[in-house]
């Protein structure tokens, strides 16, 4: 997620001239851009990003040749001409590193729901997934080979679709060209690299096409009401590594979101630690160990199990 954020100014809050090694931002002016993000991504600065910040958001200035700190803030803040700014900058400001199968636990559990469905009798409708804050891919490209793992282990044909969204336009470029190096690799089992990846150089493998036909990646604010992947209501939402970087009453916000956006019986999938003090309302938290997950109640009267006399009728 995030590196960090920050506004500008030399040794006068409201100007910006000299050189570049003289270009700083106030106090005031990084309190403004810390906001902007906040406010547009629901993200906030760790004190410890504050100084890279800094720098981003100036060298971006002299790259722009603005000669006037605030009038770049004031480019950035249009809402027409001023988007496609902020998206650079904000590329400059997220960290984008993930890892596949980041946290195995939640991917075993992952699987063990996926699991339940085939043996449900709503094991016939198509499987949906939404990875929130996706960043490079890794993360729906582990769920997605964990999905058609457990269609081929229930002898089924694949029914299921992963999306992944980011706020970052440089990350959902990189996954959906879903190339990475061998290193990166590492914690990809050896049947799964042989079954849905290619070699394509020395140092580096491709996803296959029938991996890819599975998922979708979007540029999207997980804030949008209307953000791609939660259009319609979800079997699992997977959102890891999201909510520290969150405030708390946004991140309560979110959480009561995805509980309009989950189908009954499905699982929301957080990261270990992210949320110990607090449950969302009409989610209970589901016992299984080393993950935290909250599963979306059902109504009275109905089940997720399949009928032991179904295959008799």
């Not at 636990?105 to 339940?116: E, M, N, Q, T, V």
Request: proline fraction near 3%; glycine fraction near 8%; aromatic fraction near 10%.
């Amino acid at each position: 997620m995030l590196k960090g954020s920050g506004g500008f100014s030399s040794g006068n809050p409201g100007s910006a001239s000299g050189t570049g090694e003289e270009l700083q931002l106030s106090d005031r002016q990084y309190r403004l851009w810390a906001e902007m993000l906040e406010n547009k991504t629901g993200v906030r600065i760790a004190s410890h990003r504050d100084d890279f910040v800094r720098r981003q958001i100036v060298r971006r200035v002299q790259e722009l040749g603005f000669g006037d700190v605030e009038d770049y803030f004031r480019e950035v803040s249009q809402p027409g001409r001023g988007t496609r700014e902020w998206g650079v900058l904000l590329d400059r400001l997220l960290v984008k590193e993930s890892q596949f199968f980041r946290h195995q636990a939640s991917h075993d559990f992952f699987k063990h729901r996926l699991k339940c469905h085939l043996q449900s009798t709503s094991r016939e409708q198509r499987y949906s997934v939404c990875s929130v804050g996706c960043s490079t891919g890794e993360e729906v490209y582990s769920l997605a080979m964990g999905a058609f793992d457990s269609y081929r282990s229930a002898d089924q044909e694949a029914a299921f679709s992963i999306v992944g969204i980011d706020v970052s336009v440089e990350a959902i470029q990189a996954a959906r060209q879903g190339i990475y190096t061998n290193r990166h690799l590492e914690a990809v089992p050896g049947s799964f690299l042989n079954d849905y990846f290619d070699a394509t150089t020395n140092n580096t493998m491709a996803v296959k096409a029938e991996l890819k036909r599975r998922t979708g990646f979007f540029v999207s604010n997980m804030f949008d009401e209307n953000c791609p992947g939660l259009a319609s209501p979800v079997d699992v939402i997977f959102c890891q590594n999201v909510l520290i970087y969150l405030k708390n009453w946004r991140r309560r916000d979110l959480l009561n979101s995805f509980v309009d956006k989950l189908k009954p019986g499905g699982c929301l999938i957080v990261g270990p630690g992210e949320l110990n003090d607090w449950q969302p309302a009409g989610l209970s938290r589901v016992a299984y160990p080393g993950i935290q997950a909250f599963e979306k109640l059902l109504p009275k009267g109905i089940s997720l199990e399949r009928d032991e006399h179904e295959d008799e009728t």
